[in-house]
């Protein structure tokens, strides 16, 4: 018996150890995904260097690293720009656009996907070709028909504007996941008393949490760095908003780069926040919502 067990060590000390070969293809993906990360993060990296640098270092080395870091952009665009009063319209802007997608969309999609009634498939085809249309097409006659109306310079406008662009999107997620919960429910909640109404908010709407995570952190990351509807609508100094009071720093033949840059790190900021806490809820909402 103790010859054996000599015999299986001297084997498993000469038998080579066979370590687990890494796949090409892994290799390559993996370095492609670099490149990526790489073109996107540099130029980001750049700008926070960049605001860091007084302007003369930024025009004479605007690659490398700043020689002394200094907070004098920051303060200087925080005062320039009128940070606060841009960010609060910003927000204001945002927040009411996506509260106003949110509710009338997923109630949209759940009348189109629960009711039975013949234009619903109609409509829910024609929101998905509205989604193809690029804003650019309608830009200039919907600008031309606001101002005839008299409509500019007034921020409800453009939470108008982008609830007509943003709803067909909410629309179209809503409604898959909506389909993907059991019919069983309104049933249930129809034989205990509920209208459609009731149904809706207190059973329907509760689980769609995932999906509309998902449609307010994709909508907030458009709205909120979005620069040519405000560009188009807004004409006064105190309704601008953030995207549009970083053009203070740029004057008819000369750009202030040091503040600028300062000015969109801590625009960019706020909502870079909210999408590190909510991104996990990102990839769930759309697997549970489109994919289903």
């Not at 000390?13 to 996107?40: F, Q």
């Not at 085809?125 to 919907?142: E, G, K, N």
């Not at 609508?233 to 053009?247: A, D, I, K, W």
């Not at 008819?252 to 625009?267: D, K, Q, V």
Request: net charge positive; with cysteine.
């Amino acid at each position: 018996m103790s010859t054996d067990v000599q015999t299986a060590r001297v084997a498993a000390e000469v038998t080579p150890v066979r370590r687990p070969r890494v796949p090409r293809r892994g290799i390559g993906r993996t370095a492609g995904m670099l490149v990526v990360l790489l073109a996107y993060i540099v130029p980001v990296l750049l700008v926070v260097s960049n605001s860091l640098k007084p302007e003369s270092d930024i025009l004479s080395d605007p690659l490398g690293p700043p020689p002394s870091v200094t907070l004098h952009n920051y303060v200087d665009a925080y005062q320039r720009m009128n940070f606060l009063g841009s960010f609060v319209n910003t927000l204001v802007i945002t927040v009411s656009s996506v509260v106003v997608i949110c509710l009338f969309g997923s109630m949209t999609a759940y009348f189109l996907t629960r009711v039975r009634w013949a234009p619903n498939q109609f409509v829910f085809y024609l929101m998905i070709v509205s989604m193809m249309v690029p804003f650019q097409v309608l830009m200039i006659p919907m600008i031309k028909i606001l101002g005839d109306l008299g409509l500019l310079n007034q921020n409800w406008i453009i939470v108008y504007v982008y609830f007509a662009s943003g709803v067909p999107m909410a629309v179209f997620l809503y409604a898959g996941f909506i389909r993907s919960i059991p019919r069983e429910l309104d049933e249930a909640a129809t034989l205990d008393g509920c209208n459609r109404v009731r149904t809706f908010f207190y059973v329907i709407f509760p689980l769609l949490r995932p999906i509309t995570i998902t449609i307010v952190v994709l909508d907030v990351l458009m709205f909120w760095s979005d620069f040519l509807m405000p560009f188009l609508v807004l004409r006064r100094p105190e309704q601008r908003t953030l995207t549009l009071s970083t053009m203070a720093f740029v004057q008819s033949h000369t750009t202030e780069y040091g503040p600028m840059m300062a000015a969109l790190i801590m625009s960019v900021i706020p909502v870079f926040l909210a999408y590190l806490f909510l991104q996990r809820h990102v990839i769930d909402g759309m697997v549970k919502g489109a994919v289903k």
